[in-house]
């Protein structure tokens, strides 16, 4: 998560970004401290977006960063990726609270899709 929260960083400010898979999809010590460093981590990735984000006007929110297949205008915004990131960290979210259920023994709650 705070991988992307950095790259969403870099795009809002200007800054070049390329995708880097070693970056992305490092390990994390499976013990306290290093939950407590990824922790650390996320928590100035997220405050690093959030200063480039309270600094975008509504103009510049639409802003095209880049080609979108799935845009009307073949363009991505700036405001898809706010939306984009936020979503990121919906979804991770999830994944967390489920796995955080099931390592206290008990099953995801059923129902819905």
Do not use: N
């Amino acid at each position: 998560m705070a991988y992307w929260k950095d790259a969403v960083s870099a795009r809002l400010s200007g800054a070049p970004w390329t995708y880097d898979e070693a970056r992305d999809w490092r390990e994390v010590a499976p013990t306290a401290e290093g939950l407590a460093a990824a922790l650390a981590e996320l928590d100035a990735a997220h405050g690093r977006l959030m200063e480039h984000l309270r600094t975008l006007t509504e103009q510049r929110l639409f802003t095209p960063v880049g080609k979108a297949w799935w845009s009307p205008s073949g363009q991505a915004l700036l405001l898809d990726l706010a939306v984009d990131v936020a979503t990121h960290d919906s979804y991770h979210a999830a994944q967390i609270f489920v796995l955080r259920r099931l390592h206290a023994g008990r099953p995801p709650a059923s129902g819905g899709s």
